[in-house]
């Protein structure tokens, strides 16, 4: 009795396997900018068998259709191939704004309405960190902006070193604080072309002797290292 038991149990399993998934030799992401394959991939059950790929498409459909950063999509079956064409919300930039009790994560498009707030999420651009009552002002508001466009058209012009942009502060209209991935040094800038353009060619330097000090004040025709 155990073994027909058995036996009922691996075949009921089977057949929902084999009505909630299909197979296929590969999945390919297309349009991708900051949508996070892997966790699509996970979220909608897929697994792998033997040489093949098993997903739940319906669950795929779900979770596409949540995820916030995506505009719209398609899914389509070449023979073996799925192929997911995706066209996000872009570009995206994720705020960290500072009240005097707590600071709130908020995505924000580029003409800075609100997509999501209370969480993190990775996109290709660098975390900027802001005071709240600076937000708010006409100036912070414009500052930031101005910001925005700057971003676009450095990953345009200089997609690599704008990859290596981590943290931006950003109190005043004129100047902003730096970080970059790796390197332990803040630089203070000019809110301009000039000042990133200043930014890309001292971290190169620093990069090629090795040496970053704590603080570097890039704004003046001196650099003032702390």
């Avoid at 700057?150 to 005043?172: Q, V």
């Avoid at 000039?194 to 971290?203: I, P, V």
């Amino acid at each position: 009795m155990k073994r027909l038991l058995f036996i009922f149990i691996v075949m009921v399993n089977t057949i929902a396997f084999a009505e909630s998934t299909e197979l296929f030799s590969r999945v390919d992401f297309r349009g991708v900018k900051n949508l996070d394959r892997i966790a699509v991939l996970k979220k909608s059950n897929a697994r792998i068998v033997r040489d093949s790929i098993a997903l739940d498409t319906d669950a795929l459909n779900e979770v596409l259709k949540r995820e916030i950063i995506v505009e719209r999509y398609s899914i389509k079956k070449e023979g073996a191939l799925l192929i997911i064409e995706v066209e996000e919300k872009y570009p995206l930039f994720m705020l960290l704004v500072v009240d005097d009790n707590q600071s709130v994560p908020t995505l924000v498009d580029e003409k800075i309405n609100i997509v999501e707030s209370g969480l993190f999420f990775k996109t290709d651009m660098p975390i900027i960190i802001l005071q709240r009552n600076f937000l708010d002002a006409e100036e912070g508001y414009s500052a930031l902006l101005n910001l925005f466009e700057r971003l676009k058209n450095l990953k345009d012009s200089d997609g690599l070193f704008a990859g290596e942009l981590e943290e931006i502060f950003i109190n005043n209209r004129d100047t902003c604080r730096v970080k970059l991935k790796r390197r332990s040094t803040y630089f203070i800038i000019r809110n301009d072309s000039s000042g990133f353009f200043r930014l890309s060619k001292t971290a190169a330097y620093l990069d090629s002797i090795s040496l970053y000090p704590a603080t570097l004040d890039l704004r003046g025709n001196m650099v003032l290292v702390k």
